[in-house]
C-alpha cells in the first residue's frame, strides 16, 4: 500500500460543484501539504498543516478550503468548482526538525471541472 | 517574471548519453536546492538535494549549483530507459518544504 493515499484518483465535476479531495498517510510525519499542478507552472502550494490544530495558506488558497481531521488525514475542498481549478493536485507529507527533510508525495488526482 | 526557471523540454536523448537538465532563479535567499523526478502518473520524489554552492554526486547523477549565476544543473551519466520521467527542481531559503518553489519541469526521455 502507498505510503500516501489520495482518493479519488480521477475526478469530473461541473462548475459550482462542491467537491473534496482526501489525504491519508501512514509515515507518521506531522507535516501536510496540498500542491496543484499546472503545466507550465510546476507545483503550486496551497495550504499546508504542521499538526492537527495548524492550518496555513500557500501561494494559491483562494477559492480552496481545507481540514485536518487528524494526524494521519487532510482534507482540501473546492467550494464552488470552477474550470480554472482543472489540474493535477498531489497530496504531500514530510518530517519537521529545522532541517531540509523529503516531501513524500501521492499519486495526484486528476480534477476535471466542466 | 517567476521565481524559478526550468526549460519543459521537451528532451529526447538516446540510451547512454550524458543528460543535461538546468534551472535559473531569482530569489537570492534561495540556499536548499532539490531535484525531485516524477513518472507518468506518479507523485514526485526526491532524487538529490544540495545545500548552497557546490556540486553533489550520486552514482550516475550530480548536481551542481551556482549561486553566483542562479544557476543549477542536474547531470545524469549513462542515461537508462528507466530515466524517462519529468525532472522538477526546487528551491527554498529555509529547510522548511511549504517555502519550496519548483519549477515548471523538463520531460526527459531516453530512447534504447
Known amino acids: 500500500d502507498a505510503d500516501v493515499t489520495q482518493t479519488p484518483r480521477n475526478r469530473i465535476t461541473k462548475t459550482g460543484k462542491r467537491i473534496m479531495l482526501e489525504c491519508s498517510q501512514t509515515?507518521?510525519?506531522?507535516?501536510m501539504y496540498w500542491y496543484r499542478q499546472d503545466p507550465g507552472l510546476g507545483l503550486r502550494l496551497i495550504y499546508y498543516s504542521f499538526d492537527v490544530k495548524d492550518i496555513n495558506k500557500g501561494e494559491i488558497s483562494d477559492g480552496y478550503s481545507v481540514s485536518r481531521q487528524a494526524q494521519a488525514k487532510f482534507s482540501l475542498s473546492l467550494e464552488s468548482a470552477i474550470p480554472n481549478q482543472t489540474a493535477l493536485y498531489f497530496c504531500?507529507?514530510?518530517?519537521?526538525?529545522?532541517?531540509?527533510?523529503?516531501?513524500?508525495f501521492g499519486q495526484g488526482t486528476r480534477l476535471t471541472v466542466v | 517574471q517567476k521565481e524559478v526557471e526550468q526549460d519543459p523540454g521537451p528532451l529526447s536523448v538516446p540510451e547512454g548519453a550524458i543528460v543535461s537538465l538546468n534551472c535559473t532563479y531569482s530569489?537570492?535567499?534561495?540556499?536548499?536546492f532539490m531535484w525531485y523526478r516524477q513518472y507518468s502518473r506518479k507523485g514526485p520524489e526526491l532524487l538529490m538535494y544540495?545545500?548552497?554552492?557546490g556540486n553533489k554526486e550520486d552514482g550516475r547523477f550530480t548536481a551542481q549549483v551556482d549561486k553566483s549565476s542562479k544557476y543549477i544543473s542536474l547531470f545524469i551519466r549513462d542515461s537508462q530507459p528507466s530515466d524517462s520521467a519529468t525532472y522538477l527542481c526546487a528551491m527554498s531559503p529555509t529547510p522548511n518544504n511549504n517555502d519550496m518553489r519548483f519549477g515548471a519541469g523538463t520531460r526527459l526521455t531516453v530512447k534504447p
Open positions: 530569489n537570492s535567499a534561495f540556499q536548499y
Open positions: 544540495t545545500y548552497s554552492s
Open positions: 504531500a507529507t514530510s518530517n519537521g526538525g529545522g532541517r531540509v527533510t523529503e516531501a513524500f
Open positions: 509515515k507518521g510525519h506531522d507535516r
